[in-house]
């Protein structure tokens, strides 16, 4: 059971304050006290401020605050100090420095990302009522099967990249046919800005993802800047990055979950000039309500052979890389679905 919640602040002039162990967020519309024992996260979306009293007091209470920009795009996140031991964060350097393990762990978690994406697939394919279509999601799926087969004789990180890259351009094909019937119609992957609807959606929720991805890597000890696939790079969440990539597929089902069952339209969202497409402040107040539910999901756990919330995987996941590190596992099992 999930006791703490996490707090998204979604008003631009919206103020953050601390009044007696509570967070205390003011607004045009009004005002709400939120106790600070009963929350792990804020997350303040636009324009809003947070004072340095409730960034200390959040900090004292182990308290994540994340601030992202309207694509979901991480603006900052501060955490308090980090834990575990330095002789944890120790092996976790040498091990990014070290291009045979790095290596190793990159293989490690492109492999399950790419195993996860074609097990979506592969999904879609079953529940696909149209047998032309359903057959062309099902060679979708074996595609990316031989790419995760080709991971074996990487020898570079730039081998492996190349792969990944491949099998992702196939599986956001799979991605489109997946949404062929939906109303909002999707061709590619774009960034930066996100140029249609579905992808708005998609960026948004990588970045809520990334947020939990960082704090779980606080939360045991690691260095969340420190990668193996994505390579340290200044400003970079590397380390959060690389673990969020085993669960992106289940974020991408989630987000074609909502389209196909049309719990989002055209209305949800806004185009600005030079064509990046956006959430609107009420479609950002669904899709958050909706991924809010999604993290209460339970999903059986392959290795702990037992159920957990969603909202534990990154912390689960974060944990198993900290026993490897520290040795206690001779190799890093990615999460991968059943």
């Known amino acids: ?38 929350i792990d996260a804020l997350v303040v979306l636009g324009g809003a401020q947070v004072t340095t009293q409730a960034l200390d007091a959040c900090v004292r209470r182990g308290v994540r605050v994340a601030a992202l920009h309207m694509s979901g795009a991480i603006r900052f996140v501060v955490n308090g100090a980090t834990g575990g031991n ?35 697939v592969d999904r879609w394919s079953r529940d696909e009522k149209n047998a032309a279509e359903a057959e062309r999601l099902a060679a979708r799926g074996a595609q990316i099967r031989e790419r995760i087969a080709r991971l074996v004789d990487a020898e570079t990180a730039d081998h492996i990249r190349g792969i990944e890259g491949d099998a992702a351009r196939i599986y956001f094909r799979a991605v489109g046919q997946a949404l062929a019937s939906s109303d909002l119609d999707f061709s590619a992957r774009t960034r930066r800005p996100p140029r249609d609807p579905v992808n708005a959606m998609l960026g948004f929720c990588y970045g809520l993802l990334v947020t939990e991805c960082i704090g779980a890597a606080e939360s045991v000890g690691l260095d969340y800047q420190m990668g193996f696939f994505h390579r340290p790079r200044a400003g970079r969440p590397s380390l959060a990055l690389d673990l969020a990539e085993e669960q992106r597929a289940l974020t991408d089902r989630f987000v074609v979950s909502l389209i196909r069952r049309r719990q989002v339209g055209h209305d949800s969202f806004v185009q600005v000039p030079g064509g990046g497409v956006y959430l609107s402040d009420d479609g950002r107040t669904g899709l958050i309500k909706a991924w809010e539910e999604h993290k209460e999901a339970e999903i059986r756990h392959p290795l702990l052979g037992r159920q957990i919330g969603r909202w534990a995987l990154p912390s689960v996941q974060a944990t198993l890389l900290a026993r490897h590190l520290r040795g206690d596992l001779p190799a890093y099992p990615p999460f991968v679905l059943p």
């Open 1 to 38: 059971m999930r006791y703490l919640s996490t707090v998204y602040v979604r008003n631009h002039r919206a103020r953050v304050q601390h009044r007696r162990g509570s967070l205390l967020v003011s607004s045009p519309d009004g005002s709400q006290r939120i106790p600070l024992e009963a």
């Open 86 to 120: 330095v002789h944890l964060r120790t092996a976790l350097f040498r091990t990014a420095m070290d291009d045979v393990k790095s290596l190793a762990l990159s293989k490690a978690i492109v492999a399950a990302k790419l195993q996860n994406s074609r097990k979506v």
